[in-house]
């Protein structure tokens, strides 16, 4: 649970003490339900999905930590990507337009939505959005979520696929610390592979324990810097469309 936006689900907080026993060391806190929140936003995202079906819209929500190359992965994805697949994005950052400056510079439709003192996109967010861009029919549509690996696994936007960031800088075991968005993701890209010479991140560490919290998880290690990774990235892409195209 997020106290500054209430943006969370049922929520209880355990104190621990690293090395003694749980059972008398911790306390808890239960935290107020705020179900009528997600429910309106559960109800907005399925009426998002269904504009995103009869318009044969694949939509992407792309969500990582501040920083893990969410927007640099899309200007490369954007440039490489080719033009046979229609491409717009909904840029989500609390403040400026940065990163729509960024999208438009690299040649596709864009909106920004600006947050304020909100840490995640939501479902009306995308209405809204929608509406401003709008996404040519059968395209692909591609959601950079507010930077944050809590708040928007919570948040139902009405895509098909939400896709995990992570960045080598940024340890193995965020997958495990920040389950949530790991077990909503069908995707993790792991990303800035260019660094690991000078790193200690252990990739197949970081995949263990990701599989841990969600054992469907499939992984492809890109740098959004040197490009490497990213043939497997465009073919996922070309797949996943292709697919939802048939259905
Ligand atoms: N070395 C290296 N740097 C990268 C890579 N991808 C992104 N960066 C750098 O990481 C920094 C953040 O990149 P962004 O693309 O702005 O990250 P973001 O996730 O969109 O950030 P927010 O929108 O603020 O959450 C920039 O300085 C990028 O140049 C990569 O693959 N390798
Ligand atoms: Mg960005």
């Known amino acids: 649970m997020c106290d500054s936006c209430h943006c969370g689900e049922t929520a209880e907080a355990t104190i621990v003490i690293p090395g003694q026993p749980h059972g008398h060391q911790h306390q808890t806190r239960k935290i107020m ?15 998002n999905r ?16 501040p920083g893990s190359g969410k927007t640099s992965i899309l200007e490369r994805t954007l440039k490489t990507l080719g033009p046979k697949i229609a491409t717009s994005v909904i840029e989500g950052d609390q403040q400026t337009t940065r990163d729509a400056e960024r999208i438009s510079a690299a040649g596709a439709p864009v909106v920004q939505v600006n947050t304020g003192a909100g840490c995640h996109l939501d479902a009306e967010m995308i209405r809204r959005a929608l509406a401003r861009l ?10 950079e979520n507010v930077g944050n690996l809590v708040c928007p696994a919570l948040f139902d936007l009405g895509e098909h696929a939400k896709v995990a ?7 193995e075991d965020k997958p495990q610390k ?3 968005l790991f077990r909503a993701a069908s995707l993790c890209l792991i990303n800035k592979i260019d660094l690991l010479p000078h790193l200690d991140f252990d990739l197949e560490l970081c995949k263990t324990l990701a599989r841990q919290v969600n054992p469907r998880l ?9 490009g490497e990774g990213f043939p497997a990235w465009l073919q996922w892409l070309r797949d996943t469309f292709n697919a939802s195209h048939s259905h």
């Open 178 to 180: 920040y389950p949530h």
């Open 165 to 171: 960031i992570i960045s080598v800088t940024e340890g």
């Open 33 to 47: 339900v705020e179900h009528e929140l997600l429910a309106q936003n559960d109800h907005q995202g399925e009426a």
């Open 134 to 143: 709008p996404p040519k029919p059968h395209s692909l549509l591609f959601i």
């Open 50 to 65: 269904r504009f995103f079906a009869e318009q044969k819209i694949l939509a992407l929500n792309l969500v990582s930590s």
């Open 218 to 226: 499939t992984f492809i290690e890109l740098s959004a810097k040197s």
